[in-house]
């Protein structure tokens, strides 16, 4: 499988900390990673330099072999509608009904029409089992309708991978269930993923590469089975002794 | 520290642009004027437009006011007659505009007006900025009093100690305050607002020209007039018309048709009794519902300001917002320093500003033009600090889904951002809108034919302070009642979205 993201060397610098200190990781066609670490460790920073919601200090993120740290204005928007994105917070847009929300960024940035964009919104919908709440407001959804809906909102734009930047992390525990199950089905269907994300058990069954990134560098890129039965560093021995008594 | 130092020069630059232009233009316009072959055509360019304009502030009876005369409005009085003559004599047609007596001479020097006549005495200080003809009257100065405080005013020296209104500017204001120093000087605008303040006591004499308290005393049973014997010379005494400085050709034209009148004795056998027949016929029918013409055409132009003021100050607050919000420090410091400025000073000089000192550089520009540009700029401000903390209020969430979809930052701004942001700031905006009915009312220092404006006519009209007050609070209250009902019901449709 060819490489669909490529960081090299890539830097990030908050004042005299450097939260990303020189990162190379490659990312492959169909391929699910899982960024794991502590705390603060810039998981979340890491992922949104991807789509330069976070601009990088140094270095470049080849993203299907064209630089997105130097991409200016149009072509930043063309990456970035390839480079779905699912917030911890959700974002859906509060002024727009759950079918809208998917539908907008159809219309106003592919120029899709109205019908079709509907069309597709009502299938994406049914695709995470909320058709029936198309005509309601985010507002009135639980945080798992509406995480799910953000995925349909990602999904319609036919994106290339999708990030998830802590997916479940502001979800009731209950809900958080609904929302993994979609994204397994996501994986199974062989979308490009990279997920920040606290869930040990979802990482261990879905992902194909495990990322344990701590003090500014990517400590372990290995399998699941490798990472959770017989970490190597002493950093992620630490970690996981933490995390799962 | 290093910010206000960056903002207080985007501040100086901003305003030395706009200033530095304005002050050579006006320098020029000066030139142009005083130049000798100016002085010659005056005359000869009032006949070519084919109109003489006249300033005059038209409460003032019996030397200017207004009446009705066959259920229009028209300005009449010795002033306005003798102003007709003079214009007849040019060939040309009359066009009058009222204002406030301060902005009588201002108007003049920036040529929004041809000449003055509004009873203004030739000072020596006045001759300096501007041209006079010959007096065409003088007349004694004495104090409007009420009848039943009568007995105590003897002289000037019984007002030691109290309250004397003059009209600001005027001769009076000075004669007062130099040959009555115990007494204490209060100065309005209109001789309309001095009178009933006298009447409700809040002060105890008015100054002014014996021809005016004549007339108010006789409207009025409750007033008389005494006199202060105040010492004066001819010059200051007498009223003649003004010209712009240089304007020879016309002076001497105007003091042709005055030698004439005159000579024909005209004024005190026929001006002064035709005003004082205007006069008593004006109140007589002065219920305020026979004035409601007056009033209807002061909403219409309140409204019109307003609304037009209200369009352009959102289309250009927003502008403003989004600059302020700019990345770009040039920008944001050029929104910084208007937002500031405009905020920091008051309406009326703005609207001053926009109307003499633009006006000055183009000069047809109407009043009512200047008002609403004055306005639009003033709100623009306003609505650009609501639009900001709208954008604000709009958590950094929704511009990143929005851009991580591939949105431009125009589009998130305009399908995401903005419609939040508007439904958050409907309450501030509405407010606005509601605040500017009721400030638009400054444009009636310009002589704007506003809702305000109509009302002093009335006042004048009717030798009635209070009445009319009080009629055009209540159109202010039904209109900004009215227009917050409005916007309630939008914004409860907004939140059933």
């Not at chain 1, 609904?178 to 261990?204: C, P, Q, R, W, Y």
Request: charged residues 20%; glycine residues 6%.
């Amino acid at each position: 499988m060819p490489n669909l993201i490529e960081i090299k060397n890539l830097k990030k610098v908050y004042g005299q900390t450097a939260v990303l200190d020189g990162i190379n990781q490659e990312v492959k066609q169909g391929e699910v990673v899982c960024i794991i670490g502590p705390s603060g460790a810039g998981k979340s920073t890491l992922l949104r330099c991807f789509n330069q919601l976070e601009q990088a200090t140094a270095g470049q993120i080849l993203f299907e072999g064209q630089d997105i740290t130097q991409a200016k204005d149009q072509d930043l928007n063309q990456l970035r509608e390839k480079m779905g994105m699912v917030f911890q917070s959700f974002n859906l847009f509060p002024n727009m009904s759950v079918l809208d929300n998917v539908k907008i960024a159809q219309i106003k940035v592919k120029g899709t029409t109205d019908a079709a964009a509907t069309k597709k919104a009502e299938k994406l919908l049914a695709k995470v089992g909320l058709l029936d709440k198309k005509d309601q407001f985010p507002q009135s959804l639980s945080g798992g309708q509406q995480q799910r809906v953000a995925i349909a909102r990602t999904l319609a734009m036919d994106p290339d991978v999708i990030l998830f930047d802590e997916p479940t992390s502001a979800l009731d525990p209950e809900m958080v269930g609904e929302v993994l199950k979609v994204m397994k089905d996501l994986a199974n269907s062989g979308m490009t993923m990279v997920i920040v994300t606290h869930e040990m058990g979802f990482a261990k069954e879905v992902a194909d590469k495990i990322w344990f990134l701590a003090d500014g560098n990517i400590q372990e890129d290995v399998t699941p089975e490798e990472f959770f039965a017989a970490p190597k560093t002493a950093r992620a021995q630490e970690f996981l002794k933490k995390v799962l008594y | 520290m290093k910010r206000f130092v960056k903002l207080i020069l985007a501040l100086f630059i901003t305003l030395s642009c706009i200033v530095a232009p304005l002050a050579s233009t006006a320098k020029a316009a000066t030139n142009d004027q005083s130049s000798t072959k100016e002085a010659t055509e005056s005359l000869a360019a009032v006949k070519k437009r084919g109109k003489l304009v006249v300033g005059v502030s038209a409460d003032y009876p019996p030397y200017e006011f207004t009446a009705k005369v066959g259920g229009k409005t028209e300005y009449v009085g010795m002033d306005i007659e003798i102003a007709k003559q003079v214009a007849k004599d040019m060939g040309v047609k009359l066009e009058i505009k009222n204002m406030d007596f301060d902005s009588l001479l201002v108007a003049l020097e920036t040529h929004k007006i041809d000449a003055t006549i509004s009873g203004i005495n030739p000072t020596p200080e006045r001759r300096k900025n501007v041209d006079f003809t010959d007096l065409y009257y003088s007349g004694k100065q004495v104090i409007l009093i009420n009848k039943r405080t009568a007995s105590e005013y003897k002289n000037a020296a019984s007002f030691d100690g109290k309250k004397v209104g003059a009209q600001t500017g005027s001769l009076l204001y000075d004669l007062v305050k130099k040959q009555m120093p115990k007494a204490q000087v209060k100065g309005l605008a209109k001789l309309n607002n001095l009178v009933i303040a006298l009447k409700s006591n809040k002060v105890d004499g008015v100054a002014m020209d014996y021809p005016t308290a004549k007339a108010y005393a006789e409207n009025n049973p409750d007033l008389t007039t005494m006199d202060p014997h105040f010492i004066v010379d001819k010059d200051q005494t007498g009223y003649a018309m003004a010209f712009d400085k240089g304007a020879d050709s016309l002076v001497a034209s105007a003091n042709k048709t005055i030698a004439k009148i005159k000579q024909k004795d005209l004024i005190t056998s026929e001006y002064i009794p035709q005003a004082s027949k205007y006069m008593t016929q004006s109140t007589k029918e002065n219920k305020m519902v026979d004035y409601w013409t007056y009033f209807a055409k002061g909403v219409e132009y309140t409204l019109i300001i307003t609304i037009v003021s209200v369009f352009f100050g959102v289309i250009l607050g927003t502008l403003l917002a989004i600059m302020r919000l700019a990345h770009n420090k040039v920008i944001h410091y050029l929104a910084v320093a208007y937002i500031e400025f405009v905020r920091g000073t008051p309406l009326m000089v703005q609207v001053m500003f926009v109307y003499f000192g633009i006006g000055a550089v183009i000069q047809s520009m109407p009043a009512l033009v200047a008002g609403i540009i004055a306005t639009s700029l003033n709100s623009a401000a306003y609505v650009a600090e609501i639009i900001r903390s709208g954008i604000d209020s709009i958590p950094v969430g929704q511009t990143e889904a929005a851009r991580s979809l591939g949105m431009s930052q125009a589009k998130a701004y305009r399908y995401v951002i903005l419609p939040q942001a508007l439904k958050n700031i409907w309450p501030a905006l509405g407010n606005e809108f509601i605040t500017l009915i009721k400030e638009s009312s400054i444009v009636s220092v310009i002589g704007v034919a506003d809702l305000m404006y109509q009302t002093q006519l009335v006042q004048s009209a009717t030798y009635k302070g209070v009445a009319p007050l009080f009629v055009t609070m209540l159109i202010y209250f039904v209109l900004t009642f009215t227009l917050s009902k409005i916007l309630n019901h939008v914004e409860r449709k907004m939140n059933h979205a």
